[in-house]
């Protein structure tokens, strides 16, 4: 694949995050190109969680810079979603007493602006602003196909469907660019077909995607590009076929040929 | 499973279907005609229980209870449409609460009449024909046939097991048919009514001896109503029509004065309503965001005191009087103020850190009231005698200290004040509704959920909390601005931690709890019922601290989500349960 003319939306360099005397992520480079979908993948242990927490503001790195759409991004995580970066948690973080569609509707918090006071009020504003966030909601959970459980706690969804509402409350930030941290983490081959068919609909929307997975088949059917994070470094980044061919990926990641043969 | 099906479970007495009805139906009337006779010869014992053919005192209790228990038992035989209208759920668990309930009510009544006049010489035998008759009433409703599906273990439970499967309702009802609009308020009018006998009837009880056998009652009664599924069609209505929900709440709340005569159990109800509007306050910090405030008093204490300075006493340090729209706008805006400077530093901290340094801020509170006398201070709030003679109100020439009359009926002084301060409740009501419904109050239910995730959604957990914070001091402020008048005198030592007199914040906090967290009706309820049992049960209030830990106790092990249920927590505790509310939530 040629590389993206376009400038980057995000921009990572040299970043280095420690914890004490572990050094986490080593000074590694990143960057999602808009309209990509960007995979990372990394046996355990290897800072791609760690990673997305710089990326999403909730660690500040030790070094290196990171820009989002050519500004620098802000250090706090509520700052860096109203820039246009969201995310969804490895082990699912919904709001799990609030009901589907009030998931989502907090999502909608960074792209509407109406205060207490107007809601005490009950303002037209307010009518106005509950009414559209609404209507963007509803959009949302047809999209995640999640309207008839709209009226649902989050806690009482299946699995499948918790790791979909994430997302579409991840969406409702109307984000640039969307990290997922293991979206198919338990599902069965028929969730994570569907999961990958959602993704490639999220991109179709005009959101890049920088996505962390263990399921190769995944991960190869699904991203223009592939990174691989090994011990903290980057290994290599290039196509699914160039990096599922490297040697050093084989031998890292997924194992050498003797131990797996085919 | 189909083995089980068809051969219903014993009931915990067994006896054939029809002998059990009988039996029932016999022993509710019997208990029914024996209130007419008297139970003990001498009217030492209040209420005058020794006239025949007139019920006195605990006797209209178990008259209450026996024809409650008549009726349901009745309704057990009747056609099968009226069984739908007064026992959606199945007539067996309210007919056997109503008549436990009663059975408990009468029979305290004569062991209370036993204790207190010495022996059981002094019971007549109309008190012995209640008793029994009471006993017949419960025996037989133990024998009732279960209303619950039955499955192959339930026939070979212990008698306890067996009792609280006779107490499971049925299978929940189908939808009711929609009524027109106007029969639907006129029900949910209907319901209110009664909700405001029902609480007169408490708040008027002048012996210890009748307001017992009314809560015994009414608690039983209550849950009766509840598993009759009654509380879960008007719980359908009160959601779907809110707004004449809450006027018909606020109606029957200010019908109260007008159903007294003399002030007594107007200051009562007056209390009341101060300390359930500042729980329903804290329930904005506590029950919205989730924030363990353990100093919440203080801010009550701040309106007090505010207003207390700007009233005219004489012995305020300002001597300025303030109409009343200044001084309640001032108390809250002091309110407001102390809000931001204790939670600026504070709400970085979470969960049992913030708990602590708020419980500090709050006794910093009272110190410095306490210190700030002349002599440790300069002397603004008069030390530890705080600040006296606050005037009465006078609002465009409405003095608030004299007696009015409404309809003929006189209103007096704490009748005023009682109505004032139910439009502070209504504000407070409204500005939690609607805060609640907004993007403000479903970002602070996302922080309480989880705050992590919550700022990964773009929200400023920090900015929100003290929000929280500011708004929960706010309300405080408001109701303590009025506060300070109606008991005309503001001192240190109502506002701390935990005293034997509410206003403190372990009161208000156990209110909270008590009543069900992120409800509207919950810190309501348990405000009242917290602040009328000890004083009520003269012998409860030197013990009012041990009753809340008793009541939080109790109420953790059987009821985690408190007496009124939020209908999430409800998913939350009991998850393998049918996902229906359990009380009320309007």
């Known amino acids: 694949m040629t590389p993206n003319p376009a400038p980057p939306l995000l921009h990572a360099t040299g970043i280095t995050m420690r914890f004490g005397g572990l050094t986490a992520v080593r000074a590694v480079d990143l960057t999602v190109h808009p309209d990509e979908i960007l995979g990372l993948i990394g046996p355990n242990g290897a800072g791609k969680t760690t990673l997305f927490n710089c990326l999403t503001g909730l660690y500040t790195p030790d070094e290196g810079t990171i820009t989002y759409a050519g500004k620098p991004l802000p250090t706090r995580p509520h700052l860096v979603t109203r820039i246009g970066i969201a995310r969804t948690f490895q082990n699912i973080r919904l709001f799990p007493n609030m009901t589907v569609l009030e998931n989502v509707l907090v999502g909608r918090h960074t792209r509407t602006h109406e205060g207490l006071l107007s809601a005490l009020l009950r303002t037209p504003a307010h009518h106005r602003a509950e009414h559209t966030s609404r209507q963007h909601a509803t959009e949302l959970l047809e999209f995640t196909g999640l309207t008839r459980k709209s009226d649902h706690l989050a806690r009482n969804l299946p699995y499948g469907e918790q790791r979909k509402l994430e997302i579409a409350r991840a969406l409702a930030s109307e984000p640039g660019l969307l990290l997922l941290d293991e979206p198919t983490a338990g599902m069965n081959p028929q969730e994570t077909r569907a999961t990958e068919h959602l993704v490639h609909a999220i991109r179709a929307r005009g959101t890049a995607v920088l996505v962390i997975e263990h399921d190769m088949r995944f991960i190869f059917n699904l991203c223009d590009r592939v990174a691989v994070l090994v011990q903290g470094q980057k290994l290599t980044e290039g196509t699914p076929t160039t990096v599922q061919a490297d040697p050093r990926v084989i031998a890292a990641y997924l194992g050498t040929p003797e131990e797996d043969p085919r | ?586």
């Open chain 2, 1 to 586: 499973m189909t083995h089980a099906q068809t051969q219903p479970a014993t009931p915990v007495i067994p006896l054939p279907p029809r002998a059990a009805h009988l039996t029932t139906l016999t022993g509710a009337t019997l208990t029914l005609a024996t209130t007419f006779l008297a139970w003990t010869w001498t009217t030492t014992f209040p209420g005058n229980l020794t006239i025949n053919g007139y019920p006195g005192g605990l006797q209209t209790i178990t008259l209450t209870g026996a024809t409650l228990t008549l009726l349901y038992a009745t309704t057990a035989l009747a056609p099968p449409r009226l069984q739908r209208l007064l026992a959606p759920a199945g007539t067996t668990p309210p007919t056997l609460l109503l008549a436990l309930g009663t059975f408990a009510a009468t029979w305290y009544t004569l062991a209370a009449i036993t204790l207190d006049l010495g022996g059981l010489v002094n019971l007549e035998p109309g008190g012995y024909a209640a008793g029994a008759a009471s006993l017949l009433t419960l025996t037989g409703a133990l024998a009732l046939p279960n209303t619950a599906p039955t499955t192959t273990e339930t026939t070979r439970r212990t008698p306890w097991q067996r009792l609280r499967h006779s107490l499971t309702p049925g299978p929940p009802p189908p939808p009711p048919r929609t009524l027109p609009t106007w029969a639907e308020t006129l029900t949910i009018a209907a319901a209110f009514a009664l909700g405001l006998l029902l609480l007169t009837y408490g708040i008027d009880t002048d012996y210890g001896e009748l307001f017992t056998g009314y809560l015994i009652l009414t608690a039983t009664g209550l849950a009766a109503l509840h598993r009759a599924g009654l509380t879960t069609r008007l719980n359908h209505l009160t959601t779907k029509h809110r707004t004449t929900t809450l006027t018909a709440a606020f109606t029957a709340a200010a019908c109260f004065p007008l159903t007294q005569t003399n002030d007594t159990y107007t200051n009562l109800a007056t209390s009341i309503l101060v300390f359930a509007t500042v729980a329903l306050g804290l329930n904005v910090v506590v029950g919205l965001a989730g924030l363990l405030d353990l100093g919440y008093v203080a801010f009550l204490g701040v309106g007090a005191y505010t207003a207390a300075l700007v009233s005219g006493s004489p012995e305020s340090a300002l001597h300025a009087r303030f109409p009343f729209w200044a001084a309640v706008l001032t108390g809250i805006a002091a309110s407001l103020l102390f809000g931001i400077l204790i939670g600026a530093p504070t709400l970085r901290l979470r969960g049992d850190y913030l708990a602590i340094v708020t419980l500090g801020f709050g006794e910093i509170f009272r110190i410095t009231m306490t210190n700030l006398n002349g002599k440790t201070g300069p002397d603004i709030t008069n030390g530890a005698m705080g600040i006296p003679n606050i005037p009465e109100l006078n609002i465009l020439g409405f003095n608030f200290g004299t007696t009015h009359h409404l309809l003929g009926i006189p209103i007096g002084r704490f009748g005023n004040y009682y109505l004032l301060m139910l439009l502070a409740t209504l504000t407070v009501v409204l500005v939690f509704r609607r805060a609640t419904d907004s993007r403000t109050g479903r970002a602070w239910i996302a922080i309480r959920e989880d705050e992590t995730a919550a700022t990964a959604m773009g929200i400023n957990a920090f900015r929100l909390k003290l929000l929280a914070f500011a708004l929960g001091a706010a309300l405080a402020g408001l109701a303590g601005t009025i506060h300070a008048h109606v008991i005309t005198t503001a001192t240190p030592d109502q506002y701390q931690f935990a005293g034997t007199v509410p206003p403190n914040s372990a009161f208000l906090l156990a209110a909270v709890i008590l009543g069900g967290m992120g409800t509207i009706t919950g810190p309501l309820l348990g405000a009242a019922l917290l602040y009328l049992i000890p004083s009520k049960l003269d012998f409860m209030q030197d013990y009012q601290l041990l009753l809340f830990g008793l009541a939080l106790i109790l109420l953790m092990r059987f009821r985690p989500e408190g007496l009124v249920v939020d209908r999430r927590k409800q998913l939350e505790f009991h998850e393998p349960e049918t996902p229906t509310a359990k009380a009320p939530t309007p």
